[in-house]
């Protein structure tokens, strides 16, 4: 059975390419809006990793993050921020909110895949 990989973005087009980079790659995939409709998505899902944006309304990557984490059964799932920013600073707040890696946009499709492989396990 295909593990399944949650993408939430704001952005279609982002959605659109992380999807089919990893359908492509054997992979299902769950697509949310905002943090709001992944943390909605997510309750009763069995979702094995969340592919996150940072800057979305209505809630952002971080705010997800630590909502998804404070649930037990989400705890140990391997959660990677997919987004613009770069800064250190942004990344410590990442990491500090439960974030088990980082890709900077544009991304290529093998890295990104390659980053699921290694997470996933």
């Known amino acids: 059975m295909p593990k399944i990989i949650m993408t939430a973005d704001d952005s279609a087009s982002v959605r659109q390419m992380v999807g089919f980079t ?41 705010e997800l993050i630590e909502q998804a984490r404070a649930q037990k059964q989400f705890k140990f799932m391997p959660i990677v921020m997919l987004t613009t920013e770069s800064q250190d600073s942004m990344k410590q707040q990442g990491k500090a909110a439960g974030a088990t890696g980082w890709i900077v946009k544009p991304f290529k499709p093998e890295q990104l895949v390659a980053v699921v492989k290694k997470v996933l396990g």
Not at 23 to 35: H, N, R
Not at 46 to 53: A, K, P, R
Request: charged share 20%; glycine share 10%.
């Open 22 to 62: 990893l359908k492509d790659a054997g992979y299902d995939v769950v697509e949310a809006v905002d943090g709001r409709d992944a943390l909605n998505k997510l309750n009763g899902s069995n979702v094995n990793m969340l592919i996150t944006d940072l800057n979305m309304p209505n809630m952002n990557g971080i």
